[in-house]
């Protein structure tokens, strides 16, 4: 039998608040969404002076990174040439989180530069793995 991995409400505080540091830490003003492997949303915040429109990006973000399982980067470079499936975000930001190869859920960042964005996703990640 395999067992689904499940992202937590702990854990998505828990990633949120890295993320927001590392948002601090680089002076910049970002939405970041965090949603569980169907995409639901589990956490969510609009930092003070993040534009309106970064919530919606940031979660598309998070949605495809947990509905393919990589990154909206790889997405990115796939598709640089042509148009992507509808609804399928391919801009960097997105990270899924997996366990055992296995998607659990995901973070997606808008905001700032989309390598900005992906690595404040990154530490939200990487607070997951500590």
């Known amino acids: ?8 409400a702990d854990d998505a505080e828990r990633a949120l608040r890295a993320s927001l540091a590392a948002a601090r830490a680089a002076g910049v003003a970002v939405t970041i969404a965090i949603v569980d492997a169907a995409g639901g949303l589990l956490a969510l915040s609009r930092m003070d002076g993040a534009r309106a429109y970064t919530v919606d990006l940031a979660s598309r973000k998070a949605r495809t990174a947990a509905a393919v399982g990589v990154g909206t980067a790889v997405l990115a470079a796939l598709y640089k040439d042509k148009p992507p499936p509808a609804e399928m975000m391919t ?3 997105g990270i899924p989180v997996l366990s055992d ?5 995901a973070i997606g960042v808008s905001g700032a530069t989309t390598e900005m ?6 530490a939200g990640l990487a607070a997951l793995a500590a």
């Open 1 to 8: 039998m395999n067992l689904i991995p499940i992202l937590t």
């Open 117 to 122: 964005d992906e690595s404040i996703a990154a």
């Open 101 to 105: 190869k296995l998607t659990a859920g």
């Open 91 to 93: 801009m960097p930001g």
